[in-house]
């Protein structure tokens, strides 16, 4: 063979070899991208389940959800620096022609270890209220709580109270470390309401050590809050349990903050 022709062949075995590269590279690309956006995906995923607060921190805090709609109903669970429990449940009902002039609604307040345990009660949209001490049922009667019957102003939006209560049952503090406490509340499913929000609220400089969402199981998911701000020094996080199949319950464990004014529960609900 002349020096021309075996010349000639390494020209095109090496222009082979180039295609093929550049053949390799074409499909790699797109594969590699792929791949990089399922492994982007997994990590989110797993940034939601395991790490909510950076979850919520990286999307900026969460979108709100604070739409014009009824039947609504926003329970708000604050936890102050003293081991004191702020709840409050307020109802958003139809409004309109077919909405009764006045109508007396029953509303449950939070469970107590004992009735002196009511330190304040406050009522939104009343008329008039009376109310009686309970005994618990179910998963709470080691428990007693207060139901309040409540004759709603029709020229109100919202009705509801706002129960101030010390030694909560919700507040549990760890036995192996007492600068630890829990907050657990159960939150049950529905089909009337077209927007059920809990909110969870912490004094300001609280330190949020866990947060779990307990299955009737006792097994362990994701517990993530669709929202979390700073409202004013507070820390809240928002959940929507309007769609919840069967009863949950919320767990966040904590070092409590410092004492703070207290936050207007309309402006919480107002955030959500």
Do not use: C, H
């Not at 053949?23 to 590699?32: D, E, G, K, R």
């Amino acid at each position: 063979m002349s020096k021309a022709s075996r010349s000639k062949r390494r020209r095109q075995s090496t222009a082979a070899r180039s295609d093929t590269s550049r053949q390799y590279v074409t499909i790699s690309i797109p594969i590699l991208v792929a791949m990089g956006i399922v492994l982007l995906v997994l990590l989110m995923m797993g940034i939601n389940l395991f790490l909510p607060d950076v979850s919520l921190i990286i999307r900026g805090g969460g979108d709100s959800r604070a739409k014009d709609i009824v039947p609504r109903n926003t329970d708000v669970w604050i936890v102050n620096a003293d081991g004191t429990l702020r709840f409050a449940t307020l109802f958003f009902p139809v409004r309109g022609e077919n909405a009764p002039t006045s109508e007396v609604y029953t509303v449950t307040g939070p469970l107590l270890r004992k009735a002196e345990d009511i330190l304040k009660v406050k009522t939104f949209g009343a008329l008039s209220a009376n109310s009686e001490i309970l005994p618990g049922t179910g998963g709470g009667s080691d428990y007693v709580y207060e139901q309040y019957w409540i004759e709603r102003d029709p020229k109100s939006a919202v009705y509801g109270v706002e129960v101030l209560t010390a030694n909560s049952p919700y507040i549990v503090i760890a036995a192996n470390d007492g600068r630890a406490s829990t907050l657990s509340v159960r939150t049950p499913s529905q089909d009337y309401y077209a927007q059920v929000i809990v909110a969870v609220v912490f004094a300001p400089k609280t330190r949020i050590i866990t947060i779990a969402y307990n299955g009737k199981s006792g097994k362990k998911t994701a517990l993530i809050p669709y929202r979390r701000i700073n409202l004013k020094g507070w820390l809240v996080y928002y959940f929507d349990t309007t769609s919840l199949e069967t009863d949950q319950s919320i767990e966040i464990r904590y070092s409590p903050g410092e004492a703070s004014s207290d936050l207007d529960i309309l402006e919480i609900d107002a955030n959500r």
